[in-house]
Nanobody, 126 residues
Framework: QVRLVESGGGLVQAGESLRLSCGVS????????AGWYRQPPEKERKLVATELVATISRDGRTNYADSVKGRFTISRDNAKKLVILEMNSLKPEDTAVYYC???????????????WGQGTQVTVSS
């Protein structure tokens, strides 16, 4: 059974940076395809319940939501079994619970599988 555990969230001011890590353990040798989602505070979920923030494909290609493009970077470290999300120039609207997922691509569409972590809270103050 594969388990994902996110860490690295916290409270920061606008313009600062955070590095989220997702440790992958269990019956898995290689992290191939992964993604990060985020769920904003409850009062904002009517607009966007859960947003796909970043993905990394089998060949290492990365893709980002327009809202984070140029500020966030996703990577994977198979030696340490980590999926990493570097977040720079954070904005108050980045405030959310961030979830790591494993998944697959069909064409250019990312499909997360049932393996999600518990999430890590990121709060950005203005």
């Amino acid at each position: 059974q594969v388990r994902l555990v996110e860490s690295g969230g916290g409270l920061v001011q606008a313009g600062e940076s955070l590095r989220l890590s997702c440790g992958v353990s269990g019956n898995i040798d290689t992290i191939i395809v992964a993604g990060w989602y985020r769920q904003p505070p409850e009062k904002e979920r009517k607009l966007v319940a859960t947003e796909l923030v970043a993905t990394i494909s089998r060949d290492g290609r990365t893709n980002y939501a327009d809202s984070v493009k140029g500020r966030f970077t996703i990577s994977r470290d198979n030696a340490k079994k980590l999926v990493i999300l570097e977040m720079n120039s954070l904005k108050p609207e980045d405030t959310a619970v961030y979830y790591c997922t494993l998944g697959s691509f069909i064409g250019t569409t990312y499909y997360p599988d049932s393996r999600w972590g518990q999430g890590t809270q990121v709060t950005v103050s203005s």
